[in-house]
């Protein structure tokens, strides 16, 4: 008799795009966030874009559904130019992701309808400067790749 081999789901993956803002400034200590909006503000210390293609609302189906599996692993690229920068954290099933306009990833377990991901490794004051410094530019462009293990 045959044995079965059991097939391990498929990795899912989104890309957001974005662009940047002469206002980022990717200070905050425990979140990362990027808007749909197109205004920022200097309270906006998070926010590292702005006029993004999707709000937490607007994400895949399938990448929604590993992103509130338990013990789910989440990769985030965030890529501008040449540069980018990469960040681990975990789902959860908690994660509401019903937020039309934004996405934040965090370092702490706290979950919102704007909360992509928790218990991340990096915050908006860990990109690197460099990146920052593109990140000002209004016509750059960069991406956020989710991907869910």
């Not at 899912?12 to 920022?40: C, D, N, Q, W, Y």
């Amino acid at each position: 008799m045959e044995r079965e081999e059991l097939a391990l789901p498929p990795k899912a993956m989104v890309v957001v795009k974005f662009h940047g803002h002469p206002m980022v400034r990717s200070a905050h200590p425990t979140t990362i966030e990027v808007t749909t909006e197109e205004h920022l503000t200097p309270r906006g210390d998070c926010i590292i874009g702005v006029g993004a293609s999707a709000g937490c609302a607007q994400l895949d189906e399938r990448v929604k559904e590993g992103l509130r599996r338990k013990g789910s692993r989440v990769t985030i690229r965030i890529a501008v130019g040449a540069r980018s920068f990469v960040v681990k954290a975990e789902g959860d099933p908690r994660l509401e992701l019903k937020h039309p306009r934004d996405i934040v990833i965090r370092k702490s377990d706290y979950a919102s309808d704007r909360t992509l991901a928790v218990h991340a490794d990096a915050a908006a004051k860990d990109i690197p400067r460099d990146m920052v410094r593109l990140l000002r530019e209004p016509g750059a462009v960069g991406t956020l790749e989710i991907g869910v293990e």
